[in-house]
């Protein structure tokens, strides 16, 4: 079982598991700031039970110092289902388009063929607000 990021018509598809995509998502993050990667990471290992302390407050106010809202709309969106509308992908792809990042991942059934994510997502994202499509997380 793994996640899949689909647009209508585009050639180009993510298919992995949560992890890779967890681990993919956690590289963007750094990517941004690193700083803002270190929090994102904290978040994203943050189990329930634990309970909110000072720490845990000033990290959400840093979070909302540097974050970036348009960067935002992926990072935190559902890893197992969904959709991004066209003008959400726009406000990514804004975030993204000069970004270069060597994070390579396999197809399931083919896993000698591998592919850079951050290239895919550029693609995906770009074709769904050209085409007016919807990227669907599935």
């Not at 840093?62 to 935002?72: A, G, M, S, V």
């Amino acid at each position: 079982m793994g996640l899949n990021l689909r647009v209508e018509g585009c050639d180009v598809e993510y298919e992995n598991g949560y992890i890779t995509f967890m681990q993919f998502r956690l590289a963007l993050a750094s990517k941004y700031d690193k700083e803002f990667g270190d929090i994102y990471k904290e978040c994203m290992l943050y189990t329930g039970g634990t309970p909110i302390t000072e720490r845990r407050i000033k990290i959400g106010e840093r979070w909302n110092e540097i974050c970036n809202d348009d960067l935002d709309i992926f990072l935190n969106h559902s890893d197992c289902d969904g959709k991004m509308t066209p003008s959400e992908c726009r406000k990514v792809y804004n975030v993204i388009k000069d970004w270069e990042m060597d994070f390579t991942y396999h197809n399931y059934p083919d896993v000698n063929i591998r592919f850079n994510m951050l290239e895919n997502l550029k693609v995906m994202l770009k074709y769904s607000f050209e085409k007016r499509r919807i990227l669907r997380f599935s």
